[in-house]
């Protein structure tokens, strides 16, 4: 049986709009997502996160759930407007403490907290106000933000995220207007994803010069999907690689290179904003780690201008931009959101991060399927979830036993939740949610993961 290394990271992760609840309660500020998803027909079967998975008032219950499958790390996030009611000057000393009891639950149960300090969920007041990701005050709205939660929780948490898919926000929330806070734009983007990166280089320059001494790590969390060439042409091969630069490296690259990609200077011009030299030397080494959320694959052909790419959800960015067409194989398995099952894809994306970026240390920060479960007799017999965990995390091994740093894994929910705009109707969790009773129960993948990180290996 193949093993992990010992010092491999087990966990599982969540976000604070989709399982909290509690949208107003002791002194909560609204959230981008409490506004968009106030707007009818936004959301799927009009959901909410107002309620959710009510893990405001079930923590306890559910860090005990965590302790039961043998969880080593817990990744999640704080709601900005529940410490910081309009994201800036207030500090809500009730919402502080809910983070402060979660944290000290996880530190009893055994658990390493993993922090994310923005998962999509921006006070509403900021957009108002100050433009959201658009503005250049959120740069320094979002370092002062960092400052108090480093400051109030680093001497316990010691692993940092500052910004969850920084993609999903420009182009989602800034391109397509599909997320909060739904604007719809060809240019926006760019410049939501400018002061997303500034904002996290200066959060991240913050910890390391004031909070050395707690002894902690800080990076960034990206998505990707891995993108195949569709053949051995060297156009396929070109418009592969660069799907992957509009996708990853938009935000991988000022980090770990000091700029934006060349093909997006090339093809943008002056919709791509500049990056003073003192910024890019603000930006440069600003991740401890590599943080990746990747789920699935697709083919990437290029485009010859004949409008046949229609997939512009899936592209990884603005489609006309980039001149790629995607595909995905007949043959693929799909889960309940149309992504396809391909393990491999998720060892060749290791790779590429490998030799792109001088073998930095990856953390998968997300991985799941969605799949729409049945509650039968008690029990959730979900073995495509089981199926697909198995072959994403034999991928895994196959990947370090060639030398690439894969340090941990975050399997992507926890439990069932609000799943933005699809409302609740995907299913990623390990653990069934009733949202009638808001009742728990662990899935046949639960019990899987638990005797994988028990034996510390995907071959049970």
């Known amino acids: 049986m193949e093993k992990f290394p010992k010092d491999f990271i087990w966990g599982t992760a969540t976000s604070s709009y989709q399982i909290e609840g509690g949208a107003a309660l002791d002194g909560k500020g609204p959230s981008i997502w409490d506004a968009f998803s106030s707007i009818p027909g936004k959301i799927f ?47 809500n000393e009730k919402g502080i403490q809910f983070y402060s009891d979660l944290i000290d639950e996880l530190l009893k149960a055994d658990i390493t907290p993993w922090v994310t300090l923005y998962h999509w969920d921006l006070p509403l ?74 904002a ?6 913050l910890y390391r010069e004031n909070y050395s001494y707690q002894a902690g790590q800080i990076g960034i969390t990206n998505n990707c999907d891995w993108r195949e060439p569709l053949t051995d042409s060297q156009q396929d091969k070109a418009a592969a690689e660069r799907a992957l630069e509009f996708f990853l490296a938009w935000f991988a690259d000022p980090i770990y290179k000091g ?68 595909s995905l194989d007949k043959n693929w398995k799909l889960t309940n959101m149309n992504w396809a099952v391909v393990p491999w894809g998720c060892k060749k994306l290791l790779a590429w991060i490998d030799e792109r970026y001088g073998q930095p240390e990856i953390i998968i920060t997300e991985n799941g399927c969605a799949y729409v479960d049945e509650l039968v007799d008690g029990e959730v017999d979900d073995q495509e979830r089981l199926d697909f965990y198995k072959g994403y995390l034999q991928a895994c091994q196959q990947a370090i036993s060639e030398g690439i740093k894969l340090k941990g894994f975050f399997a992507w929910s926890f439990m069932d939740n609000f799943e933005w705009a699809s409302g609740y109707s995907k299913r990623f969790g390990l653990h069934y949610v009733d949202f009638e009773t808001l009742e728990r129960t662990p899935k046949k993948s639960a019990l899987w993961f638990k005797d994988a990180i028990a034996q510390n290996s995907a071959d049970v």
Not at 69 to 91: E, H, Q
Not at 200 to 205: G, T
Not at 263 to 269: D, P, Q, S
Request: contains cysteine.
């Open 45 to 91: 079967e009009g959901g909410t996160g107002d309620v959710a998975c009510d893990h405001y008032h079930k923590f306890k219950e559910d860090v005990q759930l965590m302790k039961n499958m043998g969880v080593k790390a817990y990744r999640f996030s704080i709601a900005w407007a529940r410490v910081m009611p309009t994201g800036k000057d207030t500090v």
């Open 259 to 326: 700029d934006y990609p060349a093909v997006m200077k090339e093809r943008l011009g002056e919709r791509l904003p500049n990056f003073s030299a003192a910024e890019k030397e603000m930006m440069l080494g600003t991740s401890d780690f590599f943080g990746l959320n990747h789920y699935t694959t697709m083919y990437a052909a290029h485009d010859d201008g004949t409008g046949k790419n229609q997939n512009v959800y899936g592209n990884g960015g603005i489609s006309e931009d980039q001149a790629v067409d995607l």
């Open 125 to 198: 007041a900021l957009q108002l106000e100050d433009d959201g990701w658009l503005g250049t005050a959120i740069v320094d709205h979002f370092a002062a933000y960092a400052n108090l939660c480093f400051e109030r929780f680093g001497d316990r948490v010691k692993n940092w995220i500052t910004l969850n898919e920084p993609w999903v926000v420009a182009i989602l929330g800034y391109g397509q207007g599909v997320f909060a806070p739904g604007r719809t734009s060809n240019s926006e983007p760019y410049l939501a994803a400018h002061h997303l990166i500034l």
């Open 200 to 205: 996290h280089a200066k959060a991240v320059n």
